[in-house]
């Protein structure tokens, strides 16, 4: 499975604000066909540049259609101003895919560039970083494990038999070179 942000990458939007226009992922399997009705998860940050979605929280499910999209928008924005991230993760079944969505809140947006303008990055970008793909690949994982088992009602098997599962802790990103 693949995600991609189509909409929202890199849009600065005023502190204080509600988003008016959100981010759009789309998820494909390997073959590039969409997948339809995949659980894609949007976090914001703990702390820091930050916010919350329409419903309070700052973790947003949404299924994807048929085209294979999932878009989150009206995102209540904090007064802190700096970059933040959007960590993004889809699942469906076994298969997992994830990425990070990069924008800014800024409290002078006359000096910077409007909410729908690309903002430039740097070489390399988000893409490159092979640990943070792989933690947000192992966070899915986790998450949405702990809902499948939870949403069950009744124990697995293996659970049942008293064999533990596996814990699996935060993960560390690292931006820059390690």
Partial sequence: MLIRIVEGEGAVYPIGS???RG?????????????DNAAVVFRLPEDGP????????????????????????????????GPLEVRITAAKGQARAGTVCALYLSNALTNALSSSEPRPSKAGGWRGHKKIWIGVGIAAAAFVGVAAVSSRGTPS??????VNAPH????????GKP
């Fill in 23 to 35: 981010v759009t992922v789309q998820v494909t399997d390997e073959t590039g066909k969409p997948v």
């Fill in 18 to 20: 509600r988003a008016t």
């Fill in 157 to 162: 098997p293996a659970a049942a038999a008293g």
């Fill in 50 to 81: 930050t916010g919350t979605f329409s419903s309070g929280m700052p973790t947003e499910v949404v299924p994807t259609g048929a085209d294979g999209r999932a878009n989150v928008w009206g995102m209540q924005w904090n007064r802190v101003t």
């Fill in 168 to 175: 699996i802790g935060t993960p560390s990103i690292i931006i």
